[in-house]
């Protein structure tokens, strides 16, 4: 299906009872793009996956996912999307290898063509040896990284990977980030959340800066230098300064006093 | 030994299980007065009773019955200890079972807190709760009408004896618990996937042994019996450690002072060497649970039984999910006892009549064996199929499933584990009680049509009533008022369809029956197949409109992840 942007969010808003998640956004992802959204808790960006998901639905305005307009959204479109949640919640009374296999006939990937992805992404995410082991005796990177594999192998057009890295030791996260340029240069669009932002710098196309339910910032680490006007700053003084959250100073004195 | 680190974890572990039986913790405060007034309750029970047995002493006038409650007592008394040690195990097991299966036991060793405070504060944490408030009641009661009997000093020495007993009891827990874990882990390691199967063998085995010393107690012994026999049993096995205190008991009772200080000293001693052997333990392997690896070999995925039937692979992807899970997860291994302990009951049953069951009750039996274990399991493993996703749910939600393909999954999955439930029972009823074929086709032919209906019916409830919460603060499966209504819609369906069969029913029991309860009916040959047919129009009735519930509630599900 031809489509233009992988993801377009069209002045969306959500909204928890009281509390405003996301504010009247609009937002374009585009093909092949790897495209991070950063934030303090609560600013709205697992909201955001979740919306692109189809798992929540938005007060008002528009979610095109993949060319498909989110109401009108078929199962079909969830076989296209890729999505690893936040917090590492498996079924852990299966081994790994169980639940690699239920998510590959949950999304009905042939025999032949399951058993050759498995076997490829626990080999290169050194889970061999373990896979026959409850995940209930995984630590926390092991079964985000089977996450991660349940997400992509399938090869999905669209990856939302909600804090995706998080527990990862540094060769798992440094395969997963070349993985993911990987993909995105076959024109899978990848949207991440994370709190690290030196990942984000590292491996985003562009970076949406959200808070408190409204995008603040989006561009690449360039762009966004110039729209803080701190030409040779890192991601994080930046951060900082458009959140408005920057003076952490007389915190860390009081805490030391 | 720092008390106020020990007093700390207490309340810590005390809360934690308070946790499973809460719904909401944003207001939670921990009231005192709630906390002691069982205990107290318990006292006041147990003192009303030890003042009722000392009035009806009193009032006895006859010397030889009033020696003879006399004898009885004392017995009571030094067979108490042996007594609370077996309850105490059992329910210092409970306790910390309770909170294996609940919310997390892994000493937070991370603290500055030491191995002897942890093992001890379990310890203490673990008796309290029913086992304390049995000795208390225990205590309390023996107390009051030992200054009837006469036999107060007896009855201090029996109270501090039964404290003693229950702390040891609790600290023999404290090791079972570890060994547990450890040899499951070590079994585990080594048989793999068989180690499932043993851990639900184990506990099978356990609940046999249960039921035959109930049925032994139960069909020869009288409690003066049973506390002689103790009492007995004591003495004779004096060389086990457990039983000392009941020897120290027995010794101060016949004013043996030497016995008396040699069994206590030596309890004491024995008591000590437990607990430090149950911090020895925690501090070898109490860090974390060891892994459960499931040897498959090499991976070689394949069509499953169920794909063979003319499932979808996320169908069977499901259902095989789901199976591994009632047989893997502690919590709802239960849905396999239940039916056993069925057909283990109803064994027992039947010794009673050694080899001669009458012609009624054989058939009453095989219907019994036939129907239950399998129309039992239906409405638990429906209506909690569900809610055993838990915190995982977001998988079903954000997977390429549809309303149509859960619903199927589940509600098959939960009719074929019955249908072989019920399959396995009247094989096995079938040799024991040998019923006529027509009987035999008119109990499988009601099996099924029950599992079909029951199943839709609890699916319908479990769709609705899940609770997707995961271990805090509580992770119970089903919100409780769908579990009643569960219940009542489950128990009225099954008698809409059972009900055409009860005249044929009573014609078959009415010949064994004596005749000035029941008189003989007769019913028409026809009669039989007639009652079939009605049951089968109300049974694929009340299956089409609770699958379309089913339908309905699983595309409800679908379309609210939010809140996920």
């Not at chain 2, 109490?286 to 039984?305: C, D, F, Q």
């Not at chain 2, 012609?359 to 399991?377: D, E, I, K, M």
């Amino acid at each position: 299906m031809a489509y233009s942007f992988a993801a377009k969010l069209t002045g969306v808003s959500k909204r928890y009872s009281d509390v405003t998640a996301v504010e009247n956004l609009d937002l374009e992802v585009k093909k092949g793009e790897i495209l991070g959204l950063l934030g303090p808790n609560g600013s709205g960006k697992s909201t955001i996956l979740k919306m692109l998901l189809g798992l929540v639905k938005p007060d008002s305005g528009a979610v095109n996912v993949l060319g498909v307009n989110l109401m009108d959204a078929s199962l079909a479109l969830k076989k296209r999307i890729g999505y690893v949640p936040e917090g590492s919640y498996v079924y852990e009374f299966l081994t790994g290898l169980e639940f690699l296999d239920f998510a590959g006939d949950v999304f009905q990937i042939s025999l032949e063509e399951k058993k050759k992805r498995i076997e490829e992404f626990l080999k290169a995410l050194d889970l061999e040896g373990r896979e026959s082991d409850m995940i209930s005796s995984y630590s926390e990177g092991m079964k985000q990284k089977i996450l991660i594999i349940s997400a992509m192998m399938h090869k999905p057009e669209l990856l939302l990977l909600d804090e995706p890295l998080n527990s990862l030791d540094p060769k798992s996260a440094r395969i997963v980030k070349n993985l993911l340029r990987k993909l995105a240069s076959q024109n899978v669009a990848t949207v991440m959340s994370t709190h690290v932002l030196e990942i984000a710098e590292a491996i985003c196309d562009r970076i949406a800066i959200m808070y408190e339910g409204r995008l603040l910032a989006l561009g690449t680490m360039e762009e966004l230098r110039q729209r803080a006007k701190m030409p040779n700053s890192g991601l994080e003084d930046i951060f900082l300064e458009l959140t408005g959250t920057g003076d952490v100073k007389p915190i860390v004195e009081e805490l030391l006093r | 030994m720092n008390w106020k680190n020990v007093l700390l974890l207490m309340s810590v572990n005390r809360k934690s299980s308070r946790a499973m039986q809460r719904d909401s913790f944003r207001r939670y405060r921990d009231s005192k007065t709630v906390t002691y007034v069982l205990y107290g309750l318990a006292c006041l029970f147990g003192i009303l009773i030890g003042w009722l047995v000392g009035s009806l002493y009193t009032g006895i006038s006859d010397v030889a019955v009033r020696d003879s409650v006399l004898q009885g007592a004392t017995y009571l008394f030094i067979s108490l200890p042996t007594i609370v040690l077996l309850y105490g195990v059992v329910f210092t097991q409970m306790n910390q079972f309770r909170r294996i299966v609940k919310v997390t036991i892994q000493p937070m060793y991370w603290l500055p807190i030491t191995w002897q405070e942890h093992t001890l504060a379990s310890v203490l944490t673990n008796m309290l709760g029913a086992p304390m408030l049995i000795t208390v009641f225990l205590s309390s009661a023996i107390l009051v009408a030992s200054f009837y009997l006469g036999l107060i000093y007896l009855s201090i020495v029996t109270v501090l004896a039964l404290l003693a007993t229950l702390v040891l009891a609790s600290a023999t827990t404290e090791i079972f618990k570890t060994t547990q874990i450890r040899l499951a882990g070590a079994i585990t390691r080594v048989t793999g996937r068989a180690a499932i199967w043993l851990r639900l063998a184990a506990s099978i085995i356990s609940m046999i042994i249960f039921y035959a010393i109930y049925y032994s107690i139960y069909n020869q012994a009288t409690p003066i019996l049973l506390f002689e026999a103790v009492a007995g049993g004591q003495s004779a096995l004096w060389f086990i450690p457990y039983v000392w205190l009941g020897m120290a008991l027995s010794a101060f009772a016949n004013s043996l002072w030497a016995g008396t200080i040699l069994f206590s000293l030596a309890t004491l001693m024995f008591i000590v060497a437990v607990f430090l052997a149950a911090t020895r333990l925690n501090m070898r392997f109490g860090y974390e649970a060891p892994s459960i690896r499931i040897s498959s070999g090499a991976y070689a995925p394949k069509v499953s039984l169920f794909g063979r039937l003319g499932f979808s692979p996320p169908e069977v992807a499901l259902m095989k999910k789901d199976f591994r899970a009632i047989t893997r997860r502690h919590e709802l291994m239960f849905i396999f006892i239940l039916p056993i302990s069925v057909i283990i009951m109803m064994f027992f049953t039947t010794l009673r009549y050694g080899g001669s069951i009458p012609a009624g009750g054989s058939a009453l039996l095989f219907a019994l064996v036939t129907l239950l274990p399998g129309v039992f399991t239906a409405p638990f493993l429906g209506v909690f199929i569900m809610g055993l996703e838990g915190e995982n749910v977001w998988y079903l939600h954000s997977s390429p499933l549809s309303a149509k393909t859960i619903a199927r999954a589940k509600y098959f999955f939960v009719v074929i584990v019955d249908l072989a439930v019920t399959l396995i029972c009247s094989v096995v009823s079938g040799i024991f009680f040998t019923p006529s074929l027509l009987l035999a086709m008119v109990i499988l032919v009601e099996a099924a049509l029950l599992i079909f209906a029951l199943s839709a019916v609890s699916l319908a409830c479990g769709f609705r009533g899940a609770d997707y919460r995961g271990f805090f603060p509580v992770n119970r499966l089903l919100k409780p008022k769908w579990g009643l209504l569960n219940f009542f819609l489950c128990a009225a369906t099954a008698v809409a369809i059972v009900a055409p069969m009860i005249p044929y029913a009573l014609s078959i029991l009415s010949g064994s029956l004596p005749t000035s309860f029941f008189s003989v009916i007769s019913l028409p040959n026809y009669y039989v197949y007639a009652a079939m047919f009605l049951s089968i129009v109300i049974a694929v009735a009340i299956t089409y409109v609770f699958r379309k519930l089913v339908l309905e509630g699983a595309a409800r599900f679908r379309a609210e992840a939010e809140g996920i």
